[in-house]
């Protein structure tokens, strides 16, 4: 990968600061736990506003697993929020999660992004083993050819068990 770094970090991805933060949303767009309560709590009252709008407009049955849409990022530290819906583990295709990281990889690069930060998709709610997650991951980064992320990749992990697995698996 030409120029391309990849991060972990362990904490808050609210407070990265990355041209691009990922959001681990739900199908509805609106309002949800974990990482995507975190995020829409810190970006303020203005993205869901922003999310409701798109609902309306652009995807009206909600975004489709491993899709990914982007909005605004208000009060968090970045220029953007890429929204993307991962796999639940135990009904549908773990595969689609490699959907989820490309296709927020390709609009990080519409947008002219240099750095975007990723939580660890499908693993709270969704279930997707943390193991799991962390092979796919390193699979979709390391065959994914970058040409506008310059900079840098962060993967944000919230815990330190998932920080050590992500850690073991990219070492």
């Not at 993307?84 to 609009?107: A, F, R, W």
């Amino acid at each position: 990968m030409q120029n391309y770094k990849i991060t972990l970090l362990k904490g808050d991805i609210t407070k990265v600061k990355a041209d691009a933060i990922v959001n681990a949303a739900n199908s509805g767009m609106l309002e949800g736990g974990g990482v995507d309560g975190a995020i829409r709590y810190a970006a303020g009252k203005s993205l869901l506003e922003e999310c409701i709008k798109l609902r309306k407009e652009k995807i009206p049955d909600g975004l489709k697993t491993g899709e990914a849409i982007q909005t605004k990022a208000y009060n968090l530290p970045a220029k953007i929020i890429i929204h993307t819906v991962g796999p639940k583990y135990y009904s549908e295709d773990i595969s689609l999660l490699k959907n989820c990281y490309i296709n927020c990889l390709k609009l990080a690069e519409e947008n002219n992004c240099e750095s975007i930060a990723f939580p660890a998709i499908s693993t709270g709610a969704y279930g997707c083993p943390i193991e799991k997650s962390a092979k796919i991951v390193k699979e979709v980064l390391s065959n994914y050819i970058a040409r506008s992320l310059k900079e840098e990749n962060f993967k944000v992990l919230y815990s330190q068990k998932d920080y050590d697995v992500y850690n073991k698996e990219f070492a």
